[in-house]
Nanobody, 119 residues
Framework: QVQLVESGGGLVQAGGSLRLSCTAS????????MAWFRQAPGKERGFVAN????????AYLNSVKDRFIISRDSAKNTMYLQMNSLKPEDTAVYYC????????????WGRGTQVTVSS
């Protein structure tokens, strides 16, 4: 089993920045890919970005590609999401997720951290 804990959410004005962290514990050797998802009020949870645990490849939702940066520190078992130029539409609960190699789905999820961007 892998446990994921997010931190770093909060309230920020439009144009501001936040950095989210997700720390993994437990059987971290099983992790192949980690990701950030988000869920805004009244909407389904959707993909934001992911990263291979090796750090060699990343992918982003188009609407955040030029503003957010996903990274990881394998020594700390921690993934980050640097969010810049935040917009009110980025307001959501942000979830961390992790996937085994070849799993085809995300096996483990954190409880989420709230990000609120005021206009």
């Amino acid at each position: 089993q892998v446990q994921l804990v997010e931190s770093g959410g909060g309230l920020v004005q439009a144009g501001g920045s936040l950095r989210l962290s997700c720390t993994a514990s437990g059987h971290t050797f099983e992790i192949d890919t980690m990701a950030w998802f988000r869920q805004a009020p009244g909407k389904e949870r959707g993909f934001v970005a992911n990263i291979l645990w090796s750090g060699s490849k990343t992918a982003y939702l188009n609407s955040v590609k030029d503003r957010f940066i996903i990274s990881r520190d394998s020594a700390k078992n921690t993934m980050y999401l640097q969010m810049n130029s935040l917009k009110p539409e980025d307001t959501a609960v942000y979830y961390c997720a992790a996937q085994r190699l070849g799993a085809g789905k995300y096996d483990w999820w954190g409880r989420g951290t709230q990000v609120t961007v005021s206009s």
